[in-house]
């Protein structure tokens, strides 16, 4: 089967390494993967893999953007017309619409991932562009669908819960890797606690921040090491002085490998306000670093209280920084958390499981 999965871009973040995972898992099953964006850092692990990858302009984040339909629009029809794909496979809003017009042009079934618990919007209502099926990547997501967008399940939503390649996770990276990233960025700290995420408003990272006064007092060398870009980025570096706590917070640019920032974690931890899923909270997972996350959706679904992590409430920096504390000051704890959480890792959320389940989709998709 050849399949066209479309993306809006390729830079480090949850949708482009899915994407990529999801293309070298249906190539090892023998299908034709091709993937078309606005190009990014991971079109180099494409490459290695010798999977094609199609380079459109449709990096924007308006679905009506005029420059989308007079450019990627006639290149994807190209495209389309010159591969001849099975099926479509849209992973973004953007891409979701360029899809459906594809449909319309050329006949060719399409389907869609939800990878996030989206807000309702007048476009969407109007144009839903969902396809023949929809997948959602947790519970939570799923049920958004049903309940907001009337999506009746199963008979178009499909729950495909998230995974990640998690034999890559339990093997640590090279020592010197992790030397480098320590030194380039001045983590002397100790403990060192951290996320890796895009910097966006909606990640939570502000409660963080404000409850590393509170940490300080009990664990004055402690470090946090934030990785990502994002538009709040400017936002938490003033907070930060506000606080006056910079000289204990990093913030670094994304990294290719997230082994190697993880690897200097004590503790992960993931902040956010709303979350599809998470899946760089299943990589903290799976390398054996323990996990604080909030009640935000997708996170709550990986994680079992007390067991494979701690939960907190969204927004509440003293809950996230007891949290904190709790697994920094008990050992024992600490490590009966890690032993679970990689156990459930391995069993729930491995891509092989996510390729198999996606593979069922297509096929009721063409049937």
Not at 26 to 55: F, N, Y
């Amino acid at each position: 089967m050849k399949i066209l999965l479309m993306t809006t871009h390729l830079e480090m973040g949850g949708i482009p390494i899915y994407v990529t995972q999801l293309a070298r898992g249906l190539k090892r099953e023998g299908h034709l993967p091709l993937v078309a964006s606005g190009g990014g850092w991971l079109a180099g692990r494409l490459k290695t893999d010798q999977i094609p990858h199609l380079q459109v302009p449709c990096r924007t984040s308006r679905e009506l953007n005029p420059l989308l339909w007079i450019g990627a629009f006639p290149k994807l029809l190209g495209i389309v017309r010159r591969e001849r794909p099975d099926l479509l496979h849209a992973h973004t809003r953007v891409t979701q619409v360029l899809a459906w017009a594809l449909h319309r042009f050329t006949g060719i079934p399409y389907v869609t991932t939800c990878h996030g618990l989206y807000r309702s919007r007048v476009g969407r209502r109007l144009f839903p562009c969902w396809g023949k099926n929809v997948i959602a990547v947790s519970k939570a997501t799923m049920d958004r669908l049903i309940k907001q967008y009337k999506l009746t399940s199963p008979h178009r939503v499909v729950l495909v819960e998230n995974g990640i390649e998690i034999s890559r996770f339990l093997q640590p990276p090279p020592p010197k890797d992790i030397t480098a990233f320590r030194q380039a960025n001045g983590l002397r700290g100790q403990p060192i606690i951290g996320s890796v995420a895009r910097l966006s408003p909606v990640k939570g990272f502000e409660f963080l921040l404000k409850a590393m006064p509170a940490l300080l007092k009990e664990f004055p060398r402690l470090q946090m090491v934030l990785v990502g870009d994002g538009p709040a980025r400017a936002d938490l570096v003033r907070l930060a002085y506000a606080l006056k706590i910079q000289e204990h917070v990093v913030i670094t640019h994304p990294v290719e490998d997230a082994r190697i920032p993880l690897s200097t974690m004590d503790c992960f931890v993931a902040p956010s306000l709303l979350e599809g899923f998470g899946l760089a909270l299943v990589e903290a997972m799976a390398a054996g670093v323990p996990v604080v996350a909030t009640q935000s959706g997708g996170p709550s679904e990986i994680i079992e209280h007390g067991r494979s992590g701690l939960l907190v409430s969204s927004g509440d920096a003293e809950g996230l920084g007891k949290a904190i504390l709790t697994l920094l000051k008990d050992p024992f704890q600490r490590t009966a958390i890690i032993q679970k959480a990689q156990e459930r890792a391995r069993t729930l959320f491995n891509m092989e499981r996510v390729i198999h389940e996606v593979e069922q989709v297509y096929a009721g998709a063409l049937a």
